[in-house]
């Protein structure tokens, strides 16, 4: 590995004496926090701007020794083709760093490399350095391509399971999502679209939906605002779950998630939505399809049952819709 403190100190002597100090402040160099134009203006009385250009004519006059140091820029570009030509910037950085030096050199050495470009922090991805222009429109395609995958299957998928569809090898991949705002991984590992709340949830009601979806059962508004934490109420945990469609209540105080297949609405008006859907039935098939529905006792459906203003007996004894 390279001495990347040390490669900093030759480039830097080659220029003026408050040049030097005004790249080495500007970019943080030998462990020291990056300095803001306007912090070094006040202290040289000169402009922001004035500090802008002393320290990109420093840059450029140190660019021009880059071609002492081929084996460094060599090493970087190698670096960056195993990841398919782009690296988040934090990524790339430690990658680089295995000496445990100065990052800020590093980053400052990148700024002075003619074959890397730094794209900005963004709306849809994270600072990174590409090599070439089309290293980014190729993750952009791969990532939209995940985008769709997630979409369609609507469900959270490990690393292993996007690489098999995906055109490109493993590593390429994980720099293309790695970079990306829009499919985010969550602390298990598994990754799904930024506004799902597997992976951002917010509020009681998503942290609820997660804790449903990892019990895989139906839950008690107590157990649920057990799991919240010890700061959660029980009552708002209950009155949540009541206003979101997401939730069914399928006994006293019990949710159950609509994705499961239960259907909302008192016992009468499951009743009702089973003889829809499946035609005249009699009682005791009626009673296993609410059991698997709500969690009522046998009488509670029988007395249903006998409400004519929405169920009639059918001269076989069976029951149907009114």
Known sequence: MFEYNKICEELLALLPGRTKKIVSRRFGLFNKERETLEFIGKE???TRERVRQIGKDGVRQIKKKVGDYKEV????DKEIDKFG????EDSFVNILNKNNECENCIVFLLNISNSLSRISENENYYSLWIKEKD???KAQKEIEKVVKRLKKENKLLSFSELLEKADVPEDFLYSYLEISKRVVQNKEGLFGINIWPEINPKGIKDKAYLIFKKAGKPLHFREVSSSLGKNANPQTTHNELIKDSRFVLVGRGV???REWGY???EVKEVIREILKKEGALDKKDIIIQVERQRIVKKNTIIQNLSNKKY???TPDGKYTVA
């Open 44 to 46: 040289y009385n000169i």
């Open 73 to 76: 820029f060599s090493f970087f």
């Open 85 to 88: 030509g782009l690296k988040k």
């Open 135 to 137: 290293s980014l429109k």
């Open 255 to 257: 949710y159950a998630l």
């Open 263 to 265: 259907m909302p609405g």
């Open 311 to 313: 169920f009639i007996r």
